[in-house]
């Protein structure tokens, strides 16, 4: 994403090797930019932002639990707890999403 990229020039950290194009520098995973002289041009990118959610669709619920679990044992696992609808895992797994 472009905003990984946006990283301060005197923080940018290499990512390349001398004369490395623009096009193999993104190839690889990198940034580049060579707009700044005296810094890297083919550089690290930012981690990528990201968050637990629980999934709205219950149909989509990956089961983190057992029958019978218990709202607090499954949330002491770390998971997710809906008692709904049945037929269901009630207790679930998060799911990771970029922010």
């Given amino acids: 994403a472009k905003c990984q990229c946006k990283v301060v020039a005197r923080e940018r950290k290499n990512c390349g090797y001398p004369g490395i194009s623009a096009t193999e520098c993104k190839r690889i995973g990198c940034c580049f930019n060579a707009s700044v002289p005296s810094v890297p041009w083919c550089y690290t990118p930012k981690p990528k932002k990201v968050k637990k959610i629980c999934p709205n669709d219950p149909y989509n619920r990956i089961n983190c639990g ?28 998060h799911r990771v999403v970029e922010e």
Avoid: D, L, N, S
């Avoid at 057992?66 to 679930?92: D, L, N, Q």
């Fill in 66 to 93: 057992h029958p019978g679990i218990k709202p607090r044992e499954c949330t002491r696992k770390g998971c997710c707890f809906r008692a709904h609808p049945a037929g269901v895992p009630w207790c679930f797994y």
